[in-house]
Every structure is written in structure tokens, then in C-alpha cells.
């Protein structure tokens, strides 16, 4: 069985929201060949409350610390990936990056749990890139109603 497929996953990701832009990695769906922009983010462990999760996931993900976390909302994804199905509720956050340099810098590298490298950027939610869509579905909707 597919590891998304069968149960809803309790997820968490934060914005950085910077003079209109947000941070979202540059993501690819292999099967579908589709890019896309999400924001940088991962599961909730068990026993764990989600604003401690998004704290931890950018100490593992970005090295850094994150201040002043909001809530913004929450999400719900029903979604297709790498073929396979997913069911997640994403509690979606905004907050500062203790480390203020990389709000200046284009690219922002990070590195996933499994030791994967990631990159991401400051893009524009309301026109992320040439219709390359911005996931989880209805962040961009969400983002707009806080402006």
C-alpha cells in the first residue's frame, strides 16, 4: 500500500510572508511530471501540538528557528500523488525566521528528514509562477483573505 493512501495525515507548513511573497519550495509530482510551489512544512507526530511540529520541521529542514507564529487557518487536501492517493489536514502558519538574512536571499536551501535537498523561493501566492499551481489547495484563497 501506498504510504499516503489510507488514512488522513496531520500536516503542518509556514508561510515566511515577505513584502507579498511567501516561501515555497520548488516541488516536483514525478508521475504526473507536474511542478509545483508549496510551502516548507511536514507531519505531526504523535503527542505533538502543530505549532511545536512547524518549530521543529524548520530547526530539521532550514537549521533555523521561527518567531511570532499565527495560526492562519486550516486546510483540507484530498490529492494525487506520484500516483498515489492522500487525505490531509494542513494547519497552515506564518512567522519570522530568526535568521533575517534569508529573506534577502533568492534561494533558500534546505534538506529534508531523509536527507534529501531541497530549494526554495520568494514567490508571488497571487501569480506563483505561470500557472504553475501552489499547493495545498486553497492556501492561495487563504493567503488572500489575511491581506
Same mark, same amino acid.
Given at each position: 500500500?501506498?504510504?499516503?493512501?489510507?488514512?488522513?495525515?496531520?500536516?503542518?507548513?509556514?508561510?515566511?510572508?515577505?513584502?507579498?511573497?511567501?516561501?515555497?519550495?520548488?516541488?516536483?509530482?514525478?508521475t504526473?511530471?507536474?511542478?509545483?510551489?508549496?510551502?516548507?512544512?511536514?507531519?505531526?507526530?504523535?503527542g505533538?501540538?502543530?505549532?511545536?511540529?512547524? $518549530?521543529?520541521? +524548520?530547526?530539521?529542514?532550514?537549521?533555523?528557528?521561527? &518567531?511570532? *507564529?499565527?495560526?492562519? !487557518?486550516?486546510? %483540507?487536501?484530498?490529492?494525487?500523488?506520484?500516483?498515489?492517493?492522500?487525505?490531509?489536514?494542513?494547519?497552515?502558519?506564518?512567522?519570522?525566521?530568526?535568521?533575517?538574512?534569508?529573506?534577502?536571499?533568492?534561494?533558500?536551501?534546505?534538506?529534508?528528514?531523509?536527507?534529501e535537498?531541497?530549494? $526554495?523561493y520568494w +514567490?508571488?501566492?497571487?501569480?506563483?509562477?505561470?500557472? &504553475?499551481? *501552489?499547493?495545498?489547495? !486553497?492556501?492561495? %484563497?487563504?493567503?488572500?483573505?489575511?491581506?
Amino acid at each position: 500500500m501506498d504510504p499516503l493512501t489510507g488514512y488522513v495525515r496531520v500536516k503542518v507548513v509556514c508561510v515566511f510572508s515577505n513584502e507579498g511573497r511567501i516561501l515555497a519550495v520548488d516541488a516536483l509530482d514525478p508521475t504526473k511530471g507536474e511542478r509545483f510551489w508549496g510551502p516548507i512544512g511536514g507531519r505531526v507526530e504523535f503527542g505533538e501540538q502543530s505549532r511545536d511540529a512547524i $518549530a521543529r520541521e +524548520i530547526r530539521e529542514e532550514l537549521s533555523g528557528e521561527v &518567531r511570532n *507564529l499565527e495560526l492562519l !487557518g486550516i486546510l %483540507e487536501n484530498i490529492f494525487t500523488y506520484d500516483g498515489g492517493d492522500g487525505h490531509e489536514i494542513v494547519f497552515v502558519y506564518d512567522g519570522e525566521l530568526a535568521e533575517s538574512s534569508l529573506y534577502q536571499e533568492a534561494t533558500v536551501r534546505g534538506v529534508e528528514s531523509n536527507g534529501e535537498e531541497f530549494s $526554495a523561493y520568494w +514567490i508571488d501566492p497571487t501569480n506563483p509562477d505561470h500557472g &504553475r499551481p *501552489l499547493y495545498p489547495d !486553497g492556501l492561495a %484563497e487563504l493567503l488572500a483573505r489575511g491581506e
